[in-house]
């Protein structure tokens, strides 16, 4: 079956660090993948996705690149802030639409200090 | 406006009591679901409904059962509730089957309904 396996947390940097959360998956097909972000006491927000091999999903200065050949989607920021503080969920989407739903790893939560 | 709504945010029961969850969503979405967060976080599905008809049911005890009554709403019902029952439920939905049809790749999400066993 569909697995994601993203890296354990918590992380913690500094303002203006550069960010990298890993994120790997399994999965038959061609899958979409997904960042989904959960702040504080809030639910899950869409960060950014990527529906084929070589895309990039960018949003709010956050990037990943869906890699086919590493089977991975790798979330980066080159400046995180306090606000960014939250918990990260990569994800996946089967791409027969028979499954229809969405895959999570584990989160990764992100803490970031001044 | 919220896209997809839960209602109550917070819910607090005794053990053996039945309780439900309500969702909405004004999308004009085909497709919505429930997924369970536990107290590690970690996310999974439990029901997915395509046009108010069940599509996928993740292996989830009979006490919880899911009502559709239109597209637009996908309620919870728990009935003897029990400690492990406690956690964080979520809402969401899609346009259309995930994967089906070209960019229909999102799901939306609720603010989630933090229930809490004693």
């Known amino acids: 079956g569909n697995s994601v396996t993203q890296m354990e947390g918590p992380v913690t940097l500094s303002e203006e660090a550069f960010l990298t959360i890993n994120c790997t998956y399994t999965a038959t097909g061609y899958p979409s993948l997904f960042w989904y972000v959960q702040y504080p006491g809030e639910g899950l927000q869409l960060l950014l996705k990527?529906?084929?091999?070589?895309d990039k999903g960018s949003n709010k200065g956050f990037e990943a690149t869906y890699r086919k050949e590493t089977t991975s989607f790798h979330l980066e920021k080159g400046s995180v802030q306090v606000s960014d503080s939250a918990v990260y969920f990569c994800a996946l989407s089967d791409g027969t639409g028979t499954a229809s739903k969405l895959t999570f790893g584990t989160g990764t939560r992100l803490q970031v200090t001044l | 406006d919220t896209a997809v709504s839960q209602t109550p945010k917070y819910l607090v029961t005794q053990m053996g009591n039945d309780k439900s969850i309500k969702c909405e969503q004004n999308l004009g979405h085909d497709t919505m679901y429930w997924y369970k967060q536990d107290s590690k976080k970690f996310l999974k599905i439990m029901f997915s409904y395509n046009n108010k008809e069940l599509i996928i049911n993740e292996t989830v005890p009979n006490r919880f059962s899911p009502k559709s009554p239109d597209k637009a709403h996908l309620n919870l019902h728990i009935n003897s509730l029990e400690l492990g029952d406690s956690a964080v439920y979520f809402c969401a939905s899609s346009q259309a089957l995930l994967g089906v049809g070209s960019g229909n790749t999102e799901a939306f999400f609720g603010q989630g309904t933090r229930l809490t066993v004693v």
């Open positions: 990527a529906t084929k091999a070589d």
